[in-house]
C-alpha cells in the first residue's frame, strides 16, 4: 500500500495570509491526525478527523482548522498566519478497525511563515 | 493530561554497540498504548516499535526491544547491534485508550551512531 503522502512539501508564507495542507491516508484508513512540530514546542496534537467529522482537538486557536472529505482525504488551514505557526506540520493516519492504535505518518509540510 | 519525559537530549555510541534511551510517563489511566517513533533526518516519522500496557511481555522488533515497566511508568528502548542507519530523532509517545486517542510525544532523544 502507498503510504501517506502530504502536500506540498514546502511553503512559504507571508504573515497574515492563510494557508491550505493537504494529506491523503493510507488506503482504508478512516482516521487522520495533524501534528505540529516546532523546536521550541516539539510535537503538539492539532486535531483528529474520522468520517468526516472532528473527533478531537487539541489546544490551538480557532485560527486553525480541518476537515475531511469522503475519501478520507483531509485538509488543515491556517488562517492569519503568525510568524509562530512556522512549523513541519504532519499527518498521521490509522486503521479504525479491530485493535490497532498505530498512526503512520506522512513526510510533512514544512511551513515557513515570513 | 498525561505526560511524556525523555531524559536523555543526545546520545551517541560506536556502530555495533547497545544503546538504550529512557522514557517516563505519568498517568492515571490504566488502558494506554505506548510508541516509539524514530524520525531521520528526512523528517518522515516512523514507527518503531508498539506496547499495550495490558501486555506484561516486552515488546521486541528485530534489533529493537522495551522494557515496560508498568508500575514505574518507564518505557525504555535498546537498540541492540547499533547501525549508522539508526542515526536519528527518537521520541517516545503515549495514547490513552479511554477519550481522546491522540499521541503525547516527549521532547526526543537525538542518537548518532559513529563508525
Known amino acids: 500500500k502507498a503510504g501517506v503522502t502530504q502536500t506540498p512539501r514546502y511553503l512559504i508564507k507571508t504573515r497574515g495570509q492563510q494557508v491550505t495542507l493537504s494529506c491523503s491516508p493510507i488506503s482504508g484508513h478512516r482516521s487522520v491526525s495533524w501534528y505540529q512540530q516546532t523546536p521550541g514546542q516539539g510535537l503538539q496534537f492539532l486535531f483528529e478527523?474520522?468520517?468526516?467529522?472532528?473527533?478531537n482537538k487539541g489546544n490551538f486557536p480557532g485560527r486553525f482548522s480541518g476537515r475531511q472529505f469522503s475519501n478520507s482525504r483531509s485538509e488543515m488551514n491556517v488562517s492569519t498566519l503568525e510568524l509562530g505557526d512556522s512549523a513541519l506540520y504532519l499527518c498521521?493516519?490509522?486503521?479504525?478497525?479491530?485493535?490497532?492504535?498505530?498512526?503512520?505518518f506522512g513526510p510533512g509540510t514544512r511551513l515557513t511563515v515570513t | 493530561a498525561q505526560t511524556v519525559t525523555q531524559s536523555q537530549p543526545e546520545m551517541s555510541v560506536q556502530e555495533a554497540e547497545t544503546v538504550t534511551l529512557s522514557c517516563t510517563y505519568d498517568t492515571s489511566e490504566n488502558n494506554y498504548y505506548l510508541f516509539w517513533y524514530k524520525q531521520p533526518p528526512s523528517r518522515q516519522m516512523i514507527l518503531v516499535i508498539r506496547q499495550e500496557a495490558y501486555k506484561q511481555q516486552n515488546a521486541t522488533e528485530n534489533r529493537f526491544s522495551v522494557n515496560f515497566q508498568k508500575a514505574a511508568k518507564s518505557f525504555s528502548l535498546k537498540i541492540s547491534d547499533s547501525q549508522l542507519g539508526d542515526t536519528a530523532m527518537y521520541f517516545c509517545?503515549?495514547?490513552?485508550?479511554?477519550?481522546?486517542?491522540?499521541?503525547?510525544f516527549g521532547q526526543g532523544t537525538r542518537l548518532t551512531i559513529n563508525p
Open positions: 498521521a493516519s490509522r486503521p479504525t478497525t479491530g485493535f490497532s492504535y498505530e498512526q503512520y
Open positions: 478527523y474520522f468520517s468526516e467529522t472532528q473527533r
Open positions: 509517545a503515549f495514547m490513552n485508550l479511554q477519550g481522546a486517542q491522540k499521541l503525547v
